[in-house]
């Protein structure tokens, strides 16, 4: 069972959440938050697998929130899934530098939502390679604070991390460098610790900010 908690200061949009995510088998409601610091009280009572994060919250917001539990070692298993109107929106990039694990639109099909959920709480990211990018393109500044971090990777693995960058899985991954699958997560298990990333969200945005990719080569 995947236990689910939902953080969006809007009643209607939190129930109306909390009913569908009920419906399905797999899925246990375990606490609603109306605001960010309500969010993190729930998380650190319940640990639960997901988040479903609003941004825009009083009292504490969505980014904030994210930040708060993604930097917690002991709240290390939740995974932060936000919620948003505007796909294009700076918060939401921000969010996903913090640690989030991907963002869904509040619009989502149902089907969708709870496909979006079982795979962030999996440990995958949810970042769609064509979304990802028009993000980037809107917000990313290259930095030059990685060459360190950059350093310690191998050619291969450097390889790598670009095309976990451009949304390639771990199968797609050993296909494109004739390689197996195991040998794949392998060098994607060693990307998480080299580069202190909580999952293939974080890899996505430290290669574009690093420049081992860029919007237009991706």
Known sequence: MIRVAVADDQALVRSGLGVLLRSADDLEVVGEAADGRAALGVVELERPDVVL????????DGLEATRQITKDDRLSSTRVLILTTFDLDEYVFEA??????GFLLKDTLPDDLFAAVRVVASGEALLGPRITRRLVE?????ATDHADELATLTPREIEVLGAVARGLSNSEIAESFFIS????KTHVSRLLTKLAA?????LVMLAYEAGVVTPRSS
């Not at 699958?181 to 794949?184: E, Q, S």
């Not at 909580?198 to 974080?202: K, W």
């Open 96 to 101: 996903l530098r913090a640690g989030a694990s």
């Open 181 to 184: 699958p195991a040998t794949a």
């Open 198 to 202: 909580r999952d293939r969200a974080q």
């Open 53 to 60: 994060m609003d941004i825009r919250m009083p009292e504490m």
């Open 138 to 142: 809107a917000f990313v500044e290259p």
